[in-house]
């Protein structure tokens, strides 16, 4: 079975400031590789064999474009407005259940991954479950750790390393001794914001449990020109687990062990790109050496943007920092 693939790559990545900035985001950039994070995905994907389409904002258009050049203009889906993934996902399962109602998975285009195979075995699984079951299936990534940034999905009993399984419920952020307990339960899995649907099943059941953003999104579908736009900006801004994931009734999630990350934080690419001797995060251009003394656990990020430097347990406060930072006289 080809499975159509969504990129999601439209978030502006402001966590990761200054090396993600609002004109060149971290899904554009190279992260521990030699490639942007979003050739990476599309490579990653590439041999589940459909066609590609990549969910963005207006103004990353020449960047998508110049990241994926195989990509046709028909496989962009410009937003002309950011309003989350629920109107971003909708609106593009609209598109395409008029277009074949082929299986589609929708991946974020800023995470990483060690194991591509086992990340495509995962979602073939899925595929199948989708198809068989009519239903919307997520990715779940096996923990490692006890991890209170990401929500989680707590599924059925085990049935197999890779079966599918029935999803009881999804879990936000846990405290930290909640998340110890999840990861010895071995049924509870990090909600990874990837999802497998047939587009007519996933309109079916926005039709049950959020009419009014599907039929908002219907109006923008039938609108072009100025108007589309306008109609866009009126949209809701929501997340697709608030809108449709956590009010569905029949949902499936499939383990993946993948070496994943989300590299959504300075702490997920500390992992990623490892630390010196004294715990140390330091990133610069090679003309622009930084010297660290005395310091440890901290980050440092210097690019052209700004300089940023920080200790490692502060990163909660890193998001209204950097935007007081950004928005104030400088």
Known sequence: ??????????GAGTRLWPLSTEKRPKQFLSLGGKQSLLRDTYERLAPLGGDFFVATAEAYRDLTLSELPELSEGGLMLEPFRRNTGPAILCAALRFERDGDAVTAVVPADQTVSDPEALRAALRTAAATAASERSIVTLGIVPVRPETEFGYIESEP?????????????????????????????????????????????IAEAARV????????RRYDRETGKGAAETYS????????????????????????AGWNDVGSYRALRELLGCDANGNLVI????????????????????????????????????DAVRDFLSGPR
């Open 210 to 217: 959020e009419p009014e953003l599907l039929e908002a999104c």
């Open 284 to 319: 610069s251009s090679p003309d622009q050496p930084v010297l660290t003394v005395g310091i440890s656990d901290s980050v440092v990020a210097a690019t052209a943007e700004g300089i940023l430097v920080f200790p490692g347990s502060r990163e909660s406060d890193l998001r």
């Open 1 to 10: 079975m080809k499975i159509r693939s969504l990129l999601l790559a439209g």
């Open 234 to 257: 009126r949209l809701p801004s929501i997340s697709f687990d608030y809108a449709i994931m956590e009010k569905a009734k029949k949902i499936f999630c499939v383990p993946c062990d």
């Open 158 to 202: 085990e049935e197999g390393e890779s079966a599918a399984r029935r999803v009881r419920r999804f879990v936000e952020k846990p405290d930290l001794e909640t998340a110890k307990q999840y990861l010895g339960a071995g049924n509870f899995l990090w909600n990874a914001g990837i999802f497998v649907f047939r587009p007519s099943d996933l």
